[in-house]
């Protein structure tokens, strides 16, 4: 089990950026696959960007050229780099992580390991 803690959430204009971390409380280098969900109201979660302890990555379509995901193991820490936001990116932002390998990066069941998220709304 390993317990995560987002940050770095908050409000952009349409276009602008924010960086997301998750600290975990261990070491997850090469035994955990990670990734970032998203949940807007009314709508289910649905996976962002995944990376395994390969350092390979995963990124949904909306995501693409826009978003980068990254993990810094040496802290312990997962980000999550968005650029180019829109007013439909505004969610509350999940870190997942879970040991070993997942059948499927975006599948959130998959995971066992949450955060508490953090939120991000983007105006136009």
């Known amino acids: 089990w390993v317990r995560l803690v987002e940050s770095g959430g908050g409000s952009a204009q349409a276009g602008g950026s924010l960086r997301l971390s998750c600290a975990a409380d261990k070491n997850t280098k090469d035994d955990y696959c990670m990734a970032w969900f998203r949940q807007a109201p009314g709508k289910e979660r649905e996976g962002v960007a995944g990376i395994d302890g390969n350092g390979d990555t995963n990124y949904a379509d909306f995501a693409k050229g826009r978003f980068t995901i990254a993990r810094d193991n040496a802290k312990n820490t997962l980000y999550l780099q968005m650029n180019s936001l829109k007013p439909e990116d505004t969610a509350m932002y999940y870190c997942?992580?879970?040991?070993?390998?997942?059948?499927?990066?975006?599948?959130?069941?998959?995971?066992?390991?949450w955060g508490q998220g953090t939120q991000v709304t983007v105006s136009s």
């Open positions: 997942a992580a879970e040991f070993g390998r997942v059948r499927a990066w975006d599948d959130y069941g998959d995971y066992e390991n």
